[in-house]
């Protein structure tokens, strides 16, 4: 039977910069190469008996492109996923700082 962390290792090999950027699309002559900010996770195991499992999982988010046309390269941000990231993030770090500070007055 087959190592399952090393068939999973290699299945995840092929995720980097393919899971980020995207596939170029001509229009119009106009290039648009789309990016995401994009995560993910996996796990294995394997008893001495031979049992096994694993699993997975990702997310990917589109916050923009790059689009070329005969002025130049420039990025257009997906202000909708910005947003939707940011929230979240800025609420955490506020909570974060919040509690910092109140440990350092006691």
Not at 40 to 50: H, I, M, Q, V
Not at 89 to 96: E, I, P, Y
């Given at each position: ?29 106009v290039r648009i190469i ?18 096994n499992g694993g699993g ?51």
């Open positions: 039977m087959p190592n399952l962390a090393l068939e999973l290792g290699k299945q995840a090999a092929s995720f980097g910069v393919t899971s980020i950027y995207g596939e170029q699309q001509d229009v119009d002559g789309p990016v995401a900010l994009s995560w993910s996770g996996f796990g294995a195991g394997e008893d001495a008996s031979g049992d997975g999982g990702g997310v990917a988010i589109p916050i923009g492109a790059y689009i070329r046309s005969g002025d130049g390269i420039r990025f257009e941000p997906n202000l909708i996923s910005l947003v939707a990231v940011a929230i979240p993030f800025l609420w955490v770090a506020g909570r974060t700082l919040s509690r910092i500070v109140r440990a350092l007055k006691h």
